[in-house]
């Protein structure tokens, strides 16, 4: 039972990138996933949520730092989630990990994070 996120890299501000995470032993569409970054020296904090399709609405949340810039999505039949990033600023640098909770908190199964880095 296993998160795998990707996609980060090293893009110029304004730039985009697409981050994936998949799921392997488990089925993500029964789970709230959520997008979270940790900047260096900052605490790590919530970007994006998508909630489940088997209890609730399937329907997603973003901070406000993002909302308009980044939309999250699934594809059930690649057990995957994703976060596209556009219009990316230097402020959105950090490590980004996805999970299986919109909160932080025991029992939460993490992603092994990856890093992207906007440059001005």
């Known amino acids: 039972v296993q998160l795998q996120a990707s996609g980060g890299g090293l893009v110029q501000a304004g730039g985009s990138l697409r981050l994936s995470c998949v799921a392997s032993?488990?089925?993500?569409?029964?789970?709230?996933i959520a997008w979270f970054r940790q900047a260096p020296g900052k605490e790590r904090e919530v970007v994006s949520c998508i909630r489940n399709t088997r209890s609730s609405d399937g329907s997603t949340l973003y901070a406000g730092s993002v909302k308009g810039r980044f939309t999250m999505s699934r594809d059930s039949a690649k057990n995957t989630v994703y976060l596209q990033m556009n219009s990316l600023e230097p402020e959105d640098t950090a490590v980004y990990y996805c999970?299986?909770?919109?909160?932080?908190?025991?029992?939460?199964?993490w992603g092994q994070g990856t890093q992207v880095t906007v440059s001005s």
């Open positions: 032993g488990f089925t993500l569409d029964y789970y709230d």
């Open positions: 999970a299986t909770d919109c909160n932080t908190g025991p029992g939460v199964l």
